[in-house]
Every structure is written in structure tokens, then in C-alpha cells.
């Protein structure tokens, strides 16, 4: 039995220090919200699939991750693999990664604290039933009752079945009833459920995009397109880094930048930590952003030319320890060795697609014919990411000019006039009336060497 | 950068060709590799002076050139005036070529602005910091002109807060930028995010004999023309090749400050008279 008591009450020269169950509960779950506590939930899921299908371009197809919520209660279910009867009863509802923990290869779950704090996070009640290839066992946990007691840290295990089961039966069945009253409140709200649908969709793009399917309250999250335009001499970086930080794998990076649909809400860089998104559209500090200037002008972040900078960094590792996110995995830790390097080549891959950007705007007051940038913009289509072949740095080569550049003339003159040079010129309309007086006064006026 | 050519005569420029002497000197204390097998990465311009020294004083033949031009007439000018087989003249801004250029070979690289200190500047120096071998020498040369008059000091303090956040507080005075303020300014600050770049890109790594850092090896200020120019020279090294900078003996040379105790954070003013201009002129 796992205990934490003050080791010898008798004992003058100790101190206790042991913590109170009360005091841990309130503690790990102080600083979550709520949608980032179903995204761990989650997030175990995806480990599921990841020791089911190894790799990180595994097929996920025929993995499901459901969730249900409403005011009564709470339910997330998968078919990935099931938690091992090992794992749960010497890790999995550890509070922190114990020693002699095998992690999963290229995992998203880091910190060994996400599905507890989760769990108390919700409601008083919860169960957590496993179906493993060897074995199927239920954890039933009453939290009061479980917290009023200081010193048996222990679940119990309950329904435990010991015999074989096909893959296509393994999964795991988590269900949290008599939710806190705020929980219950904010589960009811359609706006909630709305930012969940959301906030699931980008974070967990990489996964799904591997056929991983996501429902929530019976609506399938469909994944969203990782895009940039290429084409008409636009063509977006891509560059890839391999990095020893001393762990046991090293850091893979991917970067790419460059340009997609105007959108304020989703330009910026997306970071992805194990295919884990970790920033969305970020415009800030962390990616560099206060750092970039063009020809003495900054770029605040609401500047609507940058409205079109996609970037996407995808850092990869077997060891997920050396990645750097923080434990909610809302965020980077800025003092990571991972996050040093990534942000000067953020900063380095993304100068040249501001520079575009910049003169991109800087042709709005232009005549039309002389849109460059505008009308390559509108020729570029759209491209998977994966179809994109690397390149250090985004490039824009202008066009070749098909014949000499030319000029616009317009001018107003009065309407009598103009009809009667109009029958003189035999021109068809106003415009073609200017052309051709163009070209009757240079064919009088102009000699060719 | 892109125009220059079109601003100063170069036939009239002492100051810089004194500078260019003494860069050259700084070079052939390197002791790091043969200088010959360095490349050297400039903003050539029309006329390729310092690639011509470069090659001629060193031997070095792998010369690459930045130009900030698309005008094709410009393009073919520039390759016209191209002096060497061995220079390479790429075309676009320097925050677009430097990531594409192969620094895993030692270089000497010579960031010759005609502007003022900007976070493009300081971005260009980062990106060779983050990306340069050991024993290769990067500098950066501006104009250090703070605006005289009340409606520019304002602006130009504004720019200067909105670029380098970082480095100037909010309650920062027009005055901190006043005659040899604005140099020192851009010397530290540039030297700041130097460090940075270089200590970030190479977090992490396990072999500590591989981590590099930097060591300011010059700072000169003069005049080009009218204008306040400022150059500040570093070399980045690692720890495996800190005998080899010793052995280079930097402070040995005229403009390098040797009384310091921490060399590295000295610098030297240099301010030539007419005659120093003259004499080292003559030099070659």
C-alpha cells in the first residue's frame, strides 16, 4: 500500500512535510482549464494508437476516440489498444513519471499528471475500464471518500479479467458522473462544446489526418487542410533540421512558411510537438514576431498584410522529454534547449515572407497592370504540404514580361467632341477611340531610328 | 546594399579604404585554418573593392556577393563587372540569400550596410551567427547618424524602441543616442544578439567542445563622406578552437584594445587623422 504518512510521530528531530490528498487534488487541477483537461484525455488516446501503430506516419484508419458531455456527466471512449493492466497498476495513475517507466515512442503524454488532473477536475465520481490483448479490469475512484483518507494513496482494481482479447475488442471506457457544479454548467453551454470542437480540430490535426477518427456528442471533427500557395513564380520554404540534445532520440524539425487565404484569425506560425499542435496561428514574441521589421517599420501583429503568413513547425522525437512544451501543452517552455534553436530559424524562415508581404501591400495604390505581386498571388494554388520539396527560404521570381511593359493613359474630354472624332476614326467605343488617336498621333509625331 | 554604388564616389572614400586595410590585417592573424581555404561573403557592390583586396591580399578565391536588386539592366551589370571566376554574385535581400549560403565552410563576412541600425540588420548578423563554423569572422558596418532636429529625434527613438524592444526602456531619452551613444548603442546591442543567436543555436548540444561563442575583435568608428559610419568585427569559435584564437594574438594589432581585462567586452575607437589615412593609404 502506497502511503504518505509522517514517518515516526514520536520521532522530535522529524518535521512533516508529507502533503494532504485535499492539498494535491486542488493543486494539480488549479491550473488547467477545462478544454485543455479533455485534450489530455485525448492526448492518452493518441498514445493508445501510437503503441497500437507505431511510427510517426502510422495508419490510424479504423481508430475511433469518442466523446460525449452534457450537464450529467462525462464519457470518452477508444478502441486504441486498451492501458495495459501493467501500466495502470504501476504507472498510468501515478501522480508523475515513476522510475523504471517505459514511455511510448514518440508519445504526447509527457508528464505522467494529465488524465488525473483531469479526472479531479471534473467530478467526484469516476471509473476508468481498460480492454487489453491479456487482460480487461475496471478502476472505480469516489473521490471524497478516496481524499478523506490520508494515508492509502491506492485505486482499487475491480472486474479484473484474466484472459485474451482481439485487438479490434481492446479500448478504454473513461466516465466521470456527479460533476462539479461549475463543469456541469459549462458543459451545457453550446458555446463551450462549439470552442472544443475547435480547439480538438487543430490540435489534434496530425493524428486525424492519419485516419484517426474524433467524434464529439455524435458529430465527427474533420480535420483541417495544411496548405500554402505555390505557383507563378511564388514557391513556399520548406526546411528540415536534425538535432542531438543529448536525449535518447534526436529532435526532428520541419519547417514550413509561406502564403495562404487572407485570414487574420489564422495567420501566424502553428507548432506541433509530436503532432501535437501546441501554438495556433501564433503572432507573438514566442515565434519571433517582435523581432522582424522591414525597412525600419515593425510588424505588429494586427497589421493585415500578414494576414496571409502561414508557417508550420513540426518537431518530432522518439524521446519526448527533449521536446518543448509545457505540462498543459498549451504553450513552449521558452527555456528549453528545443524552443533556443527553433526560434531563430522561425525568425530566418519567416523575414523573407514578410519582406513579400510588405510589397504585397505596398501595391494596393497601383494601376492593375502593374499588380505583379497581386496577380502571382491569384495564380498560386493551393499545396498539400506534403507535396512541397525543400527549399531553404520562400522565393518569389517574378514572371518574364511578355512584350515591353506598358503605360495607362486616361483623360476626359467633352462628350460632343469625342463622338464626332469617334465617326472621323471610325472607333467603335471610347476606349478604342483612345487607342487609335494614340496611334494616329504617333505614326505624325514620332520617328523611328 | 542595393543603390550604394549610386550615393558614393568610391574613388573618394579614404576612411573606408584605411578600413579595409585594417580588416585585412585582422584576417591574416586568423590562425584557425589557411586563410586561402575561407570564402568571404560581402555586399559587392559595382565595383568588388574589398573582393578584389580579399583575393589578392589572402588568396581566396570562393567569393560570394549579395545584391538587393531585381532590375534586370542592374543584374547584368553587376555580372559584367564581375572580376573573378570564383565570385559567385546572388541576387535578392541579404535576409533571403544568407539563409541559402553554405556556411559549414569557415568565412569572413562583411555585412556593409550604408543604412542606420535597424532589426534587419541585426537579423541578417543572427542568421550568419546561428549558421557559421567556427574561426569565421562576421562584421557589420552602419551609419551611426542621430537625428539633430526635434520632430526626427522623436521618430527615429520610436523606431528604435519598436525595433529593439528588448534593449531600450520605455522611458529611454533622445539624448542616449547623442554622438558616440548612437555607435555604442548599436556596438552592444548587435553584440547581444549576436551572443544570443549563437548560444541558442547551439542549446543543447551534448559536446561541449563543439559550443561556440563570440569574441568582438574590432570596433571602428569614421566618417564616409559626411555620414558616421560604425564597423564592429566578431569571431565565432567554439571551445575546441580557443588555442587556436589565442595563437591568432588579435591584440597584437594597432586597433585592438590590449589593456583590458576581458578583452572581449573592450573596444577601440578609432579616429584617423588625416595623415593615418595617408599612410595607410599608401600601404598597397
Not at chain 1, 208 to 223: C, D, E, H, K, W
Request: proline letters at 5%.
Amino acid at each position: 500500500m502506497a502511503q504518505l504518512v509522517p514517518t515516526d510521530e514520536g520521532d522530535l528531530t522529524k518535521v512533516d512535510a508529507s502533503p494532504t490528498k485535499a492539498f494535491f487534488v486542488e493543486i494539480i487541477t488549479k491550473d488547467i482549464q477545462l478544454d485543455e483537461a479533455i485534450q489530455d484525455l485525448v492526448d492518452n488516446c493518441i498514445d493508445g494508437a501510437k503503441r497500437l501503430r507505431p511510427g510517426s506516419d502510422a495508419n490510424y484508419n479504423g481508430l475511433r476516440v469518442s466523446i460525449e458531455l452534457n450537464a450529467q456527466g462525462f464519457v470518452i471512449e477508444d478502441n486504441c489498444g486498451g492501458i495495459p493492466l501493467d501500466i495502470a497498476r504501476k504507472y498510468a495513475f501515478k501522480f508523475g513519471r515513476a522510475k523504471g517507466f517505459k514511455r511510448t515512442s514518440h508519445s504526447v503524454g509527457q508528464f505522467g499528471v494529465g488524465m488525473k488532473r483531469a479526472l479531479f477536475k471534473m467530478g467526484d465520481l469516476f471509473s476508468v475500464s481498460s480492454t487489453e490483448p491479456e487482460h480487461s479490469f475496471r478502476i472505480e475512484v469516489d473521490v471524497p471518500t478516496w481524499a478523506n483518507d490520508d494515508t492509502n494513496w491506492d485505486f482499487d482494481i475491480t472486474e479484473l479479467v484474466d484472459r485474451p482479447y482481439a485487438v479490434e475488442q481492446t479500448g478504454t471506457r473513461i466516465q466521470v458522473s456527479n460533476l462539479d457544479p461549475a463543469v456541469a454548467t459549462t458543459f451545457s453551454q453550446a458555446g463551450f462544446v462549439t470552442k472544443l470542437r475547435h480547439d480538438i480540430r487543430v490540435v489534434q490535426q496530425h493524428p486525424m489526418r492519419l485516419g484517426l477518427q474524433i467524434s464529439l456528442n455524435g458529430q465527427a471533427i474533420i480535420p483541417t487542410e495544411w496548405q500554402l500557395k505555390e505557383g507563378a513564380g511564388i514557391a513556399p520554404a520548406f526546411r528540415q533540421f536534425e538535432d542531438d540534445l543529448g536525449g535518447d532520440s534526436p529532435l526532428s524539425t520541419r519547417l514550413y512558411a509561406g502564403v495562404g487565404e487572407s485570414s487574420r484569425a489564422h495567420a501566424g506560425w502553428y507548432v506541433f510537438c509530436n503532432g501535437r499542435c501546441i501554438l495556433e496561428a501564433d503572432q507573438e514574441a514566442t515565434t519571433g514576431w517582435s523581432e522582424l521589421s522591414d525597412d525600419g517599420v515593425g510588424v505588429p501583429k494586427y497589421h493585415g498584410q500578414f494576414a496571409r503568413f502561414r508557417g508550420y513547425a513540426f518537431l518530432d522525437s522518439d524521446d519526448s522529454r527533449i521536446l518543448p512544451w509545457n505540462t498543459t501543452k498549451t504553450g513552449l517552455d521558452l527555456e528549453s534547449d528545443a524552443y533556443r534553436r527553433l526560434r531563430g530559424r522561425l525568425i530566418e524562415i519567416t523575414r523573407p515572407v514578410i519582406d513579400f508581404l510588405n510589397n504585397l501591400d505596398a501595391e494596393k495604390d497601383l494601376e492593375e497592370t502593374d499588380k505583379i505581386l497581386t496577380h502571382a498571388l491569384a495564380k498560386a494554388a493551393p499545396v498539400a504540404l506534403e507535396r512541397l520539396v525543400a527549399r531553404p527560404v520562400f522565393v518569389y521570381t517574378p514572371q518574364p514580361r511578355r512584350g515591353p511593359p506598358l503605360a495607362r493613359i486616361s483623360f476626359q474630354k467633352p462628350k460632343a467632341e469625342a463622338d464626332r472624332l469617334k465617326e472621323a476614326l471610325s472607333a467603335q467605343s471610347n476606349p478604342d477611340l483612345g487607342a487609335k488617336a494614340f496611334e494616329y498621333a504617333y505614326a505624325n509625331l514620332i520617328e523611328e531610328d | 546594399m542595393a543603390g550604394t554604388f549610386k550615393k558614393i564616389d568610391y574613388r573618394l572614400r579614404p576612411a573606408k579604404h584605411a578600413e579595409r586595410i585594417m580588416l585585412i590585417d585582422l584576417f591574416k592573424r586568423m590562425r584557425f585554418a589557411p586563410i586561402e581555404t575561407y570564402q568571404y561573403v560581402g555586399f559587392g557592390s559595382v565595383a568588388f573593392i574589398d573582393f578584389r583586396m580579399v583575393h589578392k591580399s589572402l588568396g581566396i578565391k570562393d567569393l560570394i556577393s549579395i545584391e538587393a536588386t531585381d532590375d534586370p539592366e542592374e543584374r547584368t551589370r553587376f555580372e559584367r563587372n564581375n572580376p573573378y571566376a570564383g565570385l559567385t554574385l546572388h541576387f535578392g535581400h541579404s535576409s533571403a540569400v544568407l539563409p541559402t549560403l553554405n556556411f559549414r565552410k569557415r568565412s569572413l563576412v562583411w555585412l556593409d550596410y550604408d543604412g542606420t541600425l535597424s532589426r534587419s540588420v541585426a537579423n541578417d548578423l543572427a542568421t550568419v551567427g546561428r549558421h557559421a563554423h567556427s574561426g569565421s569572422f562576421v562584421g557589420v558596418t552602419f551609419t551611426a547618424a542621430f537625428p539633430t532636429s526635434a520632430k526626427e529625434r522623436d521618430k527615429e527613438l520610436g523606431r528604435l524602441k519598436d525595433e529593439f524592444p528588448d534593449f531600450l526602456a520605455e522611458d529611454t531619452k533622445a539624448s542616449s543616442f547623442d554622438g558616440p551613444k548612437c555607435a555604442e548603442f548599436g556596438r552592444s546591442t548587435l553584440g547581444a544578439i549576436l551572443e544570443k543567436a549563437v548560444l541558442d543555436a547551439d542549446a543543447g548540444e551534448p559536446n561541449l567542445a563543439l559550443k561556440r561563442n563570440v569574441r568582438q575583435v574590432c570596433f571602428f568608428r569614421y566618417k564616409d563622406g559626411t555620414l558616421p559610419m560604425v564597423t564592429v568585427g566578431w569571431i565565432i569559435i567554439n571551445n575546441a578552437d580557443m588555442d587556436a584564437f589565442e595563437a591568432s594574438h588579435f591584440p597584437a594589432l594597432p586597433f585592438f584594445e590590449t589593456k583590458a581585462r576581458h578583452f572581449v567586452l573592450q573596444f577601440h575607437w578609432l579616429h584617423l587623422s588625416r595623415f593615418e589615412k595617408w599612410s595607410l593609404g599608401s600601404r598597397i
